[in-house]
């Protein structure tokens, strides 16, 4: 038997938050080994684990594997969130680039300078009302069901709700003029393993606040 899917990142959620969602959506129990300094992002390196030397890394099915999407595409694969066929799995993977490509902007928007903040919170907001959010409502309204793709839950609905709490975190309300996706986002809440991932003590982690974000800095050596 496989041991215990086991994560290689430091205590935030930076790249590998989409992965705990991913993981805790399925259902599949998984571990932490938390880089704490520079020194354990070196012997990870120096120990031939990470191929393209850089973290998240996650020791799945006898595998250590790296690269965010390689990752979320083998956990999705297996557990039957990747649609049915290469039509669903195309739309499915556009709907998550296009997710990405907003949650880029959340992940990266702590370390910003405070001179810089309020013009990327006007960007993030600017974008998710006038871009991603529409397109989502409209793939919704247009076929009435209740899920992204296929009538059925697929990775897509799991990082768009994702996408939905981040983008609340920064600014509540942005999602009041989208009832599909308010409905979307208290759907998946309510998957029983999605319900136990939002409790408070689960694994998903926090926002980036000043303390996690100096350690982030000082483990991958940042200036």
Not at 149 to 170: K, M
């Amino acid at each position: 038997m496989p041991g215990k899917v086991k994560l290689h990142y430091f205590d935030g959620r930076g790249r590998m938050e989409s992965i705990r969602w991913l993981l805790a959506a399925a259902g599949v129990e998984f571990e932490e080994k938390y880089i704490t300094s520079p020194e354990d992002l070196d012997k990870l390196r120096d120990d031939g684990r990470l191929m393209f030397q850089q973290v998240p890394m996650v020791e799945i099915d006898g595998m250590e594997l790296v690269q965010t999407r390689a990752i979320l595409n083998y956990i999705a694969s297996k557990h039957n969130l990747y649609g049915k066929d290469l039509k669903e799995r195309a739309l499915i993977d556009m709907y998550i680039e296009g997710v990405a490509d907003l949650n880029e902007m959340i992940i990266v928007f702590p370390g910003h300078p405070p001179e810089e903040k309020a013009a990327k919170l006007a960007l993030i907001k600017e974008k998710t009302t006038n871009r991603y959010f529409p397109a989502f409502e409209k793939v919704l309204k247009s076929h009435g069901q209740d899920y992204l793709v296929g009538n059925r839950l697929s990775r897509a609905d799991i990082h768009l709700v994702e996408l939905i709490y981040n983008v609340e975190e920064l600014h509540p309300g942005l999602t009041n003029n989208f009832p599909l996706l308010k409905a979307l986002q208290t759907r998946i809440s309510n998957l029983p393993t999605v319900k136990k991932f939002l409790q408070p003590g689960s694994q998903r982690k926090p926002p980036l606040d000043a303390k996690c974000l100096e350690l982030a800095k000082r483990i991958f050596r940042l200036p």
